[in-house]
């Protein structure tokens, strides 16, 4: 009689545990990843004196080689940021991004949208620096990052690149 029992639920567990496992590997619909909010950049004042290439060649306590950096504003409030670190013989190293400037009273603001060709979280802090403008007259451009650093600047050619 026990093999009887035995035998008749022995294949009503299985299909009960095949059910089970069945129902924990069942996908489940989660819902869409929610979309960020898209940044917009806004339009620089007609003849406003910054847009143009901007490049800046400086020594860096600390930091072996000499770093260029250039600042390409675009009428449409785009900017690309370009920054290449030469050491000698070596390869060059850099940093390329892309995002938005504005003007806010005397200073320059930079926002990253893209960091080496690669979408960036825009609530961190790092991908947003602002600079003081301290004097633009003509070709030159002087100003103090936020962080103290000071950057001078040569106004460059509308097409020019860094050269790696």
């Given at each position: 009689m026990f093999e009887f029992l035995f035998r008749r639920r022995a294949p009503a567990a299985?299909?009960?545990a095949a059910a089970l496992l069945a129902a924990c590997a069942a996908p489940s619909k989660q819902p869409p990843p929610a979309e960020k909010p898209q940044i917009s950049c806004q339009a620089a004042a007609p003849g406003d004196a910054l847009v143009g290439n901007w490049l800046s060649v400086r020594k860096e306590?600390?930091?072996v080689g000499e770093l260029r950096t250039l600042f390409t504003l675009h009428p449409d409030g785009t900017m690309a940021y370009?920054?290449?670190l030469k050491r000698?013989?070596?390869p060059s190293q850099g940093l390329s991004e892309t995002?938005?400037?504005k003007r806010e009273g005397q200073a320059l603001v930079l926002q990253t949208l893209q960091s080496n060709g690669m979408p960036i979280d825009t609530n961190d802090p790092i991908?947003?620096?602002r600079y003081a403008v301290s004097s633009l007259a003509g070709s030159s451009l002087a100003m103090r990052h936020a962080d103290g650093s000071a950057i001078k600047a040569r106004r460059m050619s509308p097409g020019y690149r860094l050269p790696f």
């Open positions: 299985g299909l009960i306590k600390g930091v370009t920054e290449q000698g013989n070596k995002g938005c400037w991908y947003t620096n």
